[in-house]
Every structure is written in C-alpha cells, then in structure tokens.
C-alpha cells in the first residue's frame, strides 16, 4: 500500500468531529487492507488549527491534567488557556486519546503535522 497526504483546512470545524477524521486517516481504515495490527495509515497536514471552534462551553469547563509522580504535583490547565498558548497541542491531544492503546499509537502520532496559512 502506498501511503498518501491529506491535507485538512480546520477552519470552522469542530474539534471532535475533526480529531475523529483525522484519527481514521491516520489508521488507514478506510483502506482494503487494513488490519487492527497493521500500520498502513497516511500523513495528515491540517491547516489553520488555530481557527478551530468549540461547542458548549468546553473552552471553560474542560481541563487538562498533568504529573510528574511526586506528592502535589497535579497541574491542570483549561482549554481556553491551552488554546491560546498552543492550538496544535489541542488538536494532538484529541487525536492522540483516539487512537488505538497500543505499540502503533506513538508512529501514527508522529505523522500528524501542521502547516501555518
């Protein structure tokens, strides 16, 4: 199977229903071949993340947590914020928690890239 590029313009589209297209692209289930152990997925390019929309008031209300293993140390930060300080890390996160919890998660990630414009 050849691998192909999509390339996905973000503007005005939902951040779920974007990270579910993305997820699928990056899987390769749309293919004939594809198998739940085989990596056969293609690359995505999204264009302007940082013009993506939120329904409801998720840019308030969802949080993102972080820690580093030592007592206390539960850091947690709101979409809003996150948003503003980097959208590609947003879109990552949402794609990342969608696909499969295995050995292949970690390479389709890495062909998640972003374009400025």
Do not use: C, W
């Not at 198998?35 to 997925?41: F, L, S």
């Not at 879109?91 to 062909?111: S, Y």
């Amino acid at each position: 199977m050849e691998k192909k590029t999509h390339t996905i313009d973000a503007t005005d589209k939902v951040l779920g229903r974007l990270a579910v297209e993305i997820s699928l692209l990056l899987r390769g289930k749309e293919k004939t071949g594809f198998a739940p152990y085989k990596d056969i997925g293609d690359t995505v390019i999204v264009k302007n993340v940082d013009k993506m929309k939120f329904t409801g008031r998720k840019t308030k209300q969802k949080k993102y947590y972080r820690h580093s293993g030592y007592l206390g140390s539960l850091k947690e930060i709101t979409l809003e914020k996150l948003f503003e300080k980097n959208p590609e890390e947003v879109l990552k996160k949402a794609v990342f928690g969608m696909l499969p919890k295995n050995r292949l998660r970690e390479k389709m990630i890495k062909r998640l890239k972003y374009a400025k414009g």
